[in-house]
């Protein structure tokens, strides 16, 4: 699996930015989802997840209520929208897939893309 991740950019404070993370081969909807962030000086950490058929979604609590993580098995996507943005958020963002069931913990993350760098400005 290959994932290319987009839509990252500067934004001021309470804005809001749409990630998007494409993937190619065929085994898409078998994956569990996930975003990570790393921010400059701090070791990468888990954002959000989302189970194989998007049922199920998970959030560390810093960013629960402000974002929302989504997929379309069609078109071999997930999204991240964050809204009320801070700060504190500023990070490049990564997308990751599992061939197993759901964590939060980056080794257990198989396939990763190449990060997108959100800023958030005060």
């Known amino acids: 699996v290959q994932l290319q991740a987009s839509g990252g950019g500067l934004v001021q404070a309470g804005g809001s930015l749409r990630l998007s993370c494409a993937a190619s081969?065929?085994?898409?909807?078998?994956?569990?989802m996930g975003w990570f962030r790393q921010a400059p000086g701090k070791e990468r950490g888990f954002v959000a997840a989302?189970?194989?058929?998007?049922?199920?979604?998970y959030y560390a609590d810093s960013v629960k209520g402000r974002f929302t993580i989504s997929r379309d098995n069609a078109k071999k996507t997930v999204n991240l929208q964050m809204n009320s943005l801070k700060p504190e958020d500023t990070a490049v963002y990564y997308c990751?897939?599992?061939?197993?069931?759901?964590?939060?913990?980056?080794?257990?993350?198989?396939?990763w893309g190449q990060g997108t760098l959100v800023t958030v400005s005060s």
């Open positions: 990751a897939a599992r061939a197993g069931a759901y964590t939060r913990y980056e080794s257990e993350y198989d396939y």
């Open positions: 989302i189970s194989w058929t998007g049922g199920i979604t």
């Open positions: 081969g065929r085994t898409f909807s078998s994956y569990v």
